[in-house]
């Protein structure tokens, strides 16, 4: 990609580990990679993701965002903010925390946007979330955001649908559309017509639908899509393009879990396949469908 014309700054609320890659652990460093400047709030602080099953450190509340919020804003620099990034939501004050940043962000840039990464679930594991983040999401996250970027099946629960076929996927993004989100980023995606040795992701927006075909891989880590969502969120701001900043973050994550499954790591390489955020080894064509 082409160098960032001005500093760009992502204020990014989402968890944080010691150990591994997955929230701000997995967001932070590809943004910088590109020459985005990030202002990293943790929600959690905890050793290592609790896909282990065992893990240590404390959550954060609510408070304690908007106390880190407050010593921003008292360096005058809110204003400054061209995007607020969001990902998993421990408990709902974290996720009104979130949101009312949001809004003291906009009230001082008026151009910032909100992209939210709304994470509920998955196939094969279904909701994974504490109870009412499914509808904190739908209800004030959501809502707030101008970008989304659900997996197939948060699409589904966010929607209220089952989507099987192309034509009902993009009802269920107009319906999600229709909640407040300008941009749709459809992560995971099997439609009917998707090939068994393939995963689809789809961007939506203005009525319009952009399609990446990637070859499916057999790894399984966590923080893929919490990386996806800040370089979709990093490319959008530097094009205004769904469509480009689909190819070009698409490109970059599947690169960078190709390399993740030569190496057999049970954590994404993050740091070692990082030429991949500027230069994929790979691109797909973007096709409007």
């Not at 905890?46 to 919020?69: C, I, K, P």
């Not at 689809?200 to 499916?216: I, K, N, Q, Y």
Request: aromatic content about 6%; overall charge negative; some cysteine.
């Amino acid at each position: 990609m082409a160098p960032w014309r001005l500093v760009v700054n992502v204020l990014s609320i989402q968890s944080h580990v010691a150990y591994g890659h997955v929230g701000n652990s997995s967001a932070v460093f590809p943004l910088q990679r590109l020459g985005v400047e990030v202002w990293p709030v943790h929600t959690v602080q905890f050793s290592n993701h609790t896909g282990y099953g065992a893990w240590t450190g404390r959550v954060f509340d609510g408070q304690a965002v908007e106390e880190v919020v407050d010593g921003i804003a008292d360096r005058g620099v809110l204003g400054t903010a061209d995007a607020v990034l969001s990902g998993y939501l421990g408990s709902a004050d974290i996720g009104h925390a979130v949101v009312g940043t949001v809004g003291r962000v906009r009230a001082a840039n008026p151009d910032a946007v909100y992209c939210c990464d709304p994470v509920i679930g998955d196939v094969g594991r279904g909701v994974f979330v504490r109870p009412g983040i499914e509808e904190l999401m739908r209800e004030v996250a959501v809502p707030a955001a101008d970008l989304v970027t659900p997996n197939h099946y948060e699409l589904d629960l966010l929607a209220q649908m089952t989507t099987r076929s192309l034509g009902s996927v993009k009802d269920a993004v107009a319906a999600v559309q229709g909640l407040g989100p300008r941009v749709v980023l459809t992560t995971s995606l099997v439609a009917e017509d998707t090939p068994e040795d393939s995963v689809d992701l789809l961007a939506s927006e203005g009525g319009r639908h952009f399609r990446v075909r990637t070859p499916r891989l057999s790894v399984s880590v966590n923080g893929a899509g919490d990386a996806i969502a800040a370089l979709f969120l990093a490319h959008w701001l530097d094009t205004r393009s769904a469509g480009e900043a689909l190819g070009r973050a698409a490109a970059s994550v599947w690169g960078l879990l190709r390399r993740t499954e030569e190496a057999g790591s049970r954590e994404i390489l993050l740091v070692a396949a990082q030429e991949e955020f500027v230069s994929p080894s790979r691109a797909f064509p973007v096709e409007e469908v």
